[in-house]
């Protein structure tokens, strides 16, 4: 952040009076600009025994698989960005939503939540925001092809949750230094 969105003026990183972080201040009037974490909302669509992937067609980890997830949106319900996310995705309508994985990633300041919904009729497609989309059964989850750690834990836990039929909302930290593999 360069210039106020107030008035124009330079920004600087200083401590405000009262305060005990480094905030992005106005040189010039002052405000203070406040920079929090972002939320990521998504979903585990499921249709029978699988789950709905979709490849991703943009960076980052263009190539590899994932859940529809994005950005919440100002004004937006987190389920409401859920469903949204996966209609752009994986062009695919659910229904029957709960809340199902929540993590923190406190290193790149986000945190992710995912729904356990249904794909409506089974029904989806290819969103723009992918290069394919699929439905996988637990044998076929392409663990070495999920494109970040979130999508891998939220896959474990429902794999093993499936067995007992009991879906209890499971928190997690995905701290950096996880590695990812590279693609070939
Ligand atoms: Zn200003």
Redesign the pocket.
Known sequence: MKF?S????QIILAVPADDTRERFV?S??A?IHYVNPKVVAGCLPLWQDRVLLCKRAIEPRKGFWTLPAGYLENGETMEAGAHRETWEEAAAKVENSNLYTVFSLPHISQVYIFYKADVVDGVFGVGTESLDSGLFAEHEIPWDELAFPVVTDTLKHYFKDRKNDTYPVREGVISFKRRLKKRD
């Open positions: 106020c107030e008035c124009g003026g106005c010039q009037c405000t």
